[in-house]
């Protein structure tokens, strides 16, 4: 790993956005030595086969991530506690369900 | 004036083929994968640009020949390209020093050419501008970091200048026939393209450190007349055995 380092440049993260007003999706990551060529080697990664709107790169390192030990504590959605959910509560008589 | 404007489209086409064909010799031997993938980008914009201007000039020549037969069918001796683009790639920075200088000229060089009173001409200026913007954008990006680099990569950079500049004056050179075609608002004036360059260049020098060592040296040309370097002719069979060998091959 510590030879990987000295060889490759930073890795940076690719959104891609294929319209305007579009999410920016995460499509993938390329190396590149600095910003513009970054986004110079994710344009020649990712827009060369189809039409894009606008790219962002993002260095890897930049991205904090949850790790696996945490999906217990982060992602259990206790749905066994039935008063999370909103249909869990009655409507009073008299509440119109009409919101139009 | 037919006969003028075959010569200019092959001129222009075969300066296309050739940079193309060097492009793609880095293809699975780039120094890095995304720069690998980037420069056979260029590669396919420059062979599709070729495509255009060749097929194009077998229109014109009403011969029956078309693009492949201009590209495979013809000898070192009857292509027309500048003796600038067939340089063997040698390092990277060779390679990037010869796509800046190819470049600089493409962006000058085209925006002159949508002016043209040629309506083919036009239409292969606008398109090709947008390529060749973004060949410059790369190229000279990494013509500064090149040169405003290491130590290492400085040298190599000034080298690779050293190495090409003597071929860069031909990029500007025009025969009588040019001149007519000139005259008749087809043909760019490329004068007007060498002043613009000549400043971009210097621009480019001072920000990146490096400087052809004698500016002024004896310009080697030929290539337009058909008398090129020894690299031609070898490029030009590795191209071209294939179509030779088995000429009806299909993909």
Not at chain 1, 4 to 20: I, R
Not at chain 2, 124 to 153: P, Q, V
Request: with cysteine; proline share 4%.
């Amino acid at each position: 790993m510590e030879n990987n380092k000295e060889t490759q440049w930073n890795l940076w993260e690719v959104f891609v956005q294929t319209k305007t007003g579009a999410p920016h999706e995460h499509w993938g990551s390329v190396h590149a030595p600095d910003a513009e060529l970054a986004l110079q080697n994710a344009r020649d990664v990712y827009a060369r086969r189809q039409k894009l709107w606008s790219v962002w790169v993002v260095p890897s390192n930049a991205i904090i991530a949850t790790k696996l030990d945490d999906n217990e504590p982060f992602f259990d959605p206790q749905d066994d506690k039935v008063y999370r959910h909103p249909l869990f509560y009655k409507i009073p008589k008299g509440v119109s369900l009409d919101v139009s | 004036m037919s006969a003028n404007l075959f010569n200019y489209l092959l001129k222009l086409g075969d300066d296309r083929v050739v940079m193309g064909q060097r492009m793609a010799e880095w293809c699975g031997v780039g120094p890095i994968l995304e720069e690998d993938v980037a420069l056979t980008n260029l590669c396919l914009d420059f062979i599709g640009q070729g495509v255009s201007l060749l097929g194009k000039a077998g229109e014109i020549e009403g011969l029956g020949r078309n693009e492949d037969s201009l590209a495979f069918f013809r000898d070192d001796m009857e292509y027309k390209n500048t003796l600038l683009v067939e340089q063997p790639n040698g390092d990277f920075a060779q390679t990037i020093a010869k796509l800046f200088f190819f470049s600089t000229f493409d962006i000058i060089f085209l925006n002159e050419l949508t002016k043209s009173k040629d309506e083919y001409l036009t239409a292969f200026a606008i398109k090709s501008l947008k390529e060749a913007k973004y060949h410059f954008r790369h190229s000279s990006n990494w013509f500064l970091r090149l040169g405003d680099g290491t130590e290492e990569s400085n040298t190599r950079l000034q080298n690779a200048i050293d190495n090409l500049w003597l071929f860069t004056d031909e990029l500007f050179d025009m025969d009588e026939a040019d001149l007519e075609l000139v005259n008749l608002g087809i043909a760019v004036d490329l004068n007007i393209v060498k002043a613009q360059w000549l400043e971009k260049m210097n621009e480019f020098f001072t920000l990146s450190k490096v400087k052809p060592t004698n500016p002024d040296c004896f310009m080697i040309k030929g290539g337009r007349k058909g008398i090129h370097t020894e690299h031609l002719g070898k490029m030009l069979a590795e191209m071209q055995i294939l179509p030779r060998t088995y000429p009806d091959a299909q993909w």
